[in-house]
């Protein structure tokens, strides 16, 4: 990561006005966008969506090709191009042959994109914005930080200053006033302007009409009053049918803003006589930049099912943080990384992608169901294909994959950390590594391993009929070994007989999540190989995120590499993976596990681990066992939001992680209960060690612990 880009972050978390205004609002928005959304099928309406949208990516030229003929056929002039740099000089010319000198514009990112403003300014063209955010940055300097909300990151006082530096002094921050003199300002520019350029939300094939959508009412006077409008549209914005507009109009406002309808949708259907008479001229520009490239990309085409609402940066614990001035270039946010590797280059967004936390936040809220985390590790992929790794990250790997190595290492580490360790935590780190210890404490390494440790257990003789293997994880193995043995407790009070392939190794997932996807290869084989060498029911495991990596992510790992004949046995392993809530729950239902009855065990509160909750799809199981087992559980505010832990991301970005574990810890805190629980060793560490360097009370336990004594 470059210097400079870390100094951006670090600028951005000291600035107490940005992060004080995208908070209030992602608090907001959250309310406002479920509230919006009461009474629809939200998954049934996205579904529609991506389905459309999927279509229209596959049938690119044949739709742009029916679009250019119905438009024309209507009098629009449609101008279609791969090259961002003939858009410019299309528009430039254009403005030139008709004299123009002043030229007004609506929001538009594919504007943004080729950087149309400059070019037209340079020559010798006046271009004002008229979006009021849009035209707050543009008069600042700035460029947008949000996709929806240009100068979101602006407060009242600096959109005054603004104001009264480049437009006219006497400007109070006083917001209704600021809006009228904005208003009163852009009135003559309207007016004046030869030339206006939007850009559009949905263009039309079957009608050749394109689709406008706006709170301001900016872009209809922009439209109606210069005797030229210009559109400059992505193909992405192509769709089939006119019917095709329903769905993305019943969703963008309220994905976008939580509104239940826009102020504003223009359909324009060719050009209509100016206000004095003449005909108007209507310019459509159909602009590739690499989107024809990108919906013929088996992995990425499904980013083409963008409608461009933001709502990835709305509930983003990241871009909260942040905003989009760091994460993100013309685009913002986990899709604007994915936008910037398309439309600029892959190598823009090598640094903007380490920002991305893989929470899963993004993905509940789309839309247009695109797996955005997915995507990004797979620029993460191709990046390290590109550049290769970093000699200290290949180094690290080469010993996680040496199983022997890894651990023999951990096991020295376990006697070398005992002058730094007290009460099964290390509170401080000397020199260099003084940073993993700034903002929380670390567990201690367990003195023998969970798998020296399940040697020792007795477990009852069962009837032979059923076992189940588990697989424990790094977290487990090595700092949490107790959590191993009330695993095996639970499931032996169920007549079930545990199994633990000494084989078994690292999921894979720090690998993954670094790009280097040979390396989380081999470490699926190996646990593939350990996993399935006995006969068992199921694969259990206490962490979510290694859940997911048997469950889900050694399937994908193979097909992202072509590794096609590894897929059998992994697909054979993923059948019998399951996370320990939702088989426990299960031996519930069945009778195989009873509750002592009568239990009041006191007031909890549960955090939801992202993976857990929003890839495995569960969060009440838990719940609904700790309430059997007789706790009050007291919901925390935010509880699936992320802990910042997001496995080495606390390692890499522990600047960030810090104030998403400080939010959590406030939250805990705030629910009044003495003991948080979860089911992801990985949040035990991040969150437990927070407490500990707040010096709290208040107790941390994995859900496996809590349930090992409350059973019959």
Request: contains cysteine; neutral net charge; glycine residues 8%.
């Amino acid at each position: 990561m470059e210097t400079k880009f870390r100094e951006s972050i670090n600028k951005a978390l000291h600035n107490p006005n940005l992060t004080g205004a995208l908070g209030r609002f992602s608090e907001a928005y959250r309310i406002s966008r479920q509230k919006a959304y009461e009474g629809y099928d939200f998954e049934a309406l996205r579904t529609q969506i991506a389905e459309r949208k999927s279509y229209a990516a596959s049938h690119l030229d044949e739709l742009a090709d029916r679009f250019t003929k119905n438009a024309e056929a209507r009098g629009t002039k449609v101008f279609r191009t791969k090259d961002p740099a003939k858009v410019r000089e299309y528009i430039l010319n254009l403005a030139r042959e008709n004299g123009v000198k002043s030229i007004v514009k609506s929001k538009s990112m594919a504007s943004e994109e080729i950087h149309l403003n400059r070019h037209l300014e340079t020559g010798g063209i006046g271009v004002s914005e008229t979006d009021l955010g849009e035209w707050i940055v543009q008069l600042a300097g700035q460029t947008p930080s949000h996709m929806v909300m240009p100068a979101i990151h602006m407060t009242k006082e600096e959109v005054a200053t603004v104001f009264n530096e480049q437009v006219e002094e006497g400007q109070k921050p006083d917001i209704p006033k600021l809006v009228k003199f904005a208003r009163a300002k852009m009135r003559t520019k309207f007016l004046d302007a030869e030339m206006g350029i939007t850009g559009a939300n949905i263009a039309v094939a079957e009608t050749g009409t394109l689709v406008i959508v706006t709170n301001e009412g900016n872009a209809r006077l922009v439209t109606t009053l210069p005797k030229i409008h210009v559109a400059i549209v992505g193909l992405e914005k192509l769709m089939e049918k006119f019917e095709d507009v329903v769905p993305v109009l019943t969703a963008l406002p309220k994905s976008a803003t939580a509104q239940l309808l826009t102020s504003y949708v223009s359909m324009i259907s060719g050009p209509v006589p100016n206000t004095d008479g003449t005909p108007k001229q209507l310019h459509i520009i159909l602009m590739d930049n690499r989107r024809t490239e990108m919906s013929q990309d088996p992995k990425f085409k499904q980013a083409m099912q963008c409608i461009r609402c933001a709502s990835c940066l709305n509930v983003c614990p990241v871009f909260r943080l942040v905003g989009g001035h760091v994460f993100g270039k013309v685009y913002t946010g986990g899709i604007g990384t994915i936008l910037t590797a398309w439309f600029d280059a892959l190598k823009a967004s090598d640094d903007i992608q380490s920002l991305c936390i893989q929470c899963g936040n993004c993905t509940e809220v789309c839309p247009g169901k695109i797996d955005i985390p997915g995507l990004i590790l797979e620029l993460r992929r191709r990046l390290a294909v590109e550049n290769g790794q970093p000699l200290a990250q290949k180094a690290i790997f080469s010993v996680v994959n040496n199983r022997r190595l890894f651990h023999s290492m951990l096991r020295a580490a376990s006697v070398m950390q005992k002058p730094l360790q007290r009460d099964g935590f290390i509170r401080h780190l000397p020199f260099f590594l003084s940073e993993m210890t700034e903002f929380r404490s670390l567990p201690a390494i367990a003195e023998a391993p969970f798998r020296d440790t399940f040697k020792k257990i007795q477990q009852p003789a069962g009837d032979g009929k059923e076992k189940i293997a588990f697989y424990a994880g790094c977290l487990i193995d090595f700092a949490y070994p107790e959590m191993g043995e009330s695993l095996v407790k639970i499931l032996n009070k169920a007549g079930i007989e545990v199994v633990f392939p000494e084989g078994q190794t690292c999921c894979g997932a720090p690998a993954r999540y670094s790009g280097a996807y040979e390396v989380a290869a081999q470490n699926a084989n190996d646990n593939i190989n350990a996993l399935l060498a006995d006969d068992v029911t199921y694969v259990v495991s206490a962490c979510p995120t290694c859940t997911v990596a048997l469950k889900h992510e050694f399937i994908s790992t193979f097909e992202s590499l072509g590794h096609t004949g590894s897929l059998p046995r992994a697909r054979e392993l993923a059948d019998k993976v399951i996370d320990f809530s939702s088989l426990v729950k299960k031996l519930v239902d069945e009778g195989r596990l009873k509750f002592k009855e009568g239990q009041q065990l006191g007031k909890i509160t549960y955090h939801d681990s992202c993976h857990l909750k929003r890839t495995l799809k569960v969060s009440q199981q838990p719940r609904e066992l700790l309430t059997q087992a007789g706790y009050e559980v007291a919901e925390m505010y935010e509880a699936d939001m992320c802990c910042g832990m997001g496995g080495s991301y606390s390692l890499k970005l522990p600047e960030i992680s810090a104030p998403i574990l400080e939010r959590k810890l406030t939250n805990i805190k705030n629910s009044g209960a003495l003991l948080a629980v979860m089911d992801c060793p990985g949040c035990v560490m991040q969150i437990r060690g927070g407490l500990d360097k707040q010096n709290s009370t208040i107790k941390v336990a994995h859900t496996v612990q809590r349930l090992a004594d409350e059973l019959e």
